[in-house]
Structure formats: structure tokens, C-alpha cells
């Protein structure tokens, strides 16, 4: 039986992990795993662990292939244990899932954040309605600040293909 959702696993640590990176993402790697492995509807296909000091999406390559994957429909669950893993502020996350709502097919989202659990599969409440709403209007305060962010996410993205 093919699972209907495809999971991508998003970790963003801090540049202090360089030192354990290999225990660090066999940890994550195990957790995912772990995660979705009797789960009839979700299928783990890939573990991405950003170790970096950087706040800016563009600047994490785990991110950027995660969101490559998603262009390309190899993933269309973006599973994390928190929201911050995602993105460093309310403005880049709205970005973040205006872009990743703005795909060709539909990509969904869930969270184990224990203050706002996101779930865009369950969409309790119309809750990925409401978040598509909070990052337009959020992009409509400065649309041109939206358009050099997501230029440069998808600069970023080309630049890692090529490598």
C-alpha cells in the first residue's frame, strides 16, 4: 500500500552541535524514524539537519534541499518538532509557508510545538487556511521585502543543485 503523505523531517541546531554532528543526526535520523514507523499514512523518505549559526533560510542547505524536494514532489509533509526549527522569526516564517503553500501541489506541514501544534492535514479549525492568511498579510506590508526573500531562496536553491 503506497502512504499517502511523504515526510521530509526538518531539525535546524545550533553551530554548537558541529562537534557531535554525527550523533546529532543519527539522534534526529532515529527519531524520525522512530516517528513514523507505524504510521499507515505517513512514509519517513528523508531526514534534513541544518547545523549552522545562521538564521537565514537561504544561508541553511538542509533547508534548501528540503524545500527542492517539496518543489519536486518527492516530499509533501514537512514534519518538525517545533516551529522555530522552521524558520528564526514570525516574518520568515510567513514567508516560508507562503512559499511552500504556493507550490504546484499541495505540501502540508505538522508540528510538534507544544503552545501551537501545527497540522495542516488534520486542519483542525481551518488551520491552514488561517496560516496561508497570516503570511499574505503579512507579505502584503512589503510585497518587494517577500520577492528578494524568495528570489533568494530560490537562488540559493539553484546554486546547491549545481554543487
Known sequence: MNKKYKAGGYVKLAKLWERAE???KEYHFGYYKDKFSDDG?????DVYVDITGSKSI????E??????????GRINCIASQTRAYLAANTEHFCYL???????????????????????????????????YKMANDIVGLK????ERWEKSII???????RE
Open 155 to 161: 537562488n540559493a536553491m539553484s546554486k546547491l543543485n
Open 97 to 131: 509557508i507562503k512559499f511552500i503553500f504556493e507550490l504546484d501541489h499541495r505540501v502540508d506541514i505538522i508540528t510538534e510545538d507544544i503552545s501551537y501544534n501545527i497540522d495542516t492535514i488534520a486542519d483542525d479549525d481551518g488551520q491552514r487556511a488561517a496560516l
Open 63 to 72: 533547508m534548501l534541499r528540503l524545500l527542492s524536494d517539496c518543489m519536486s
Open 58 to 61: 537561504a544561508d541553511r542547505p
Open 22 to 24: 554525527k550523533e546529532a
Open 41 to 45: 499514512e505517513i512514509d519517513l523518505i
Open 143 to 146: 510585497p518587494e521585502k517577500y
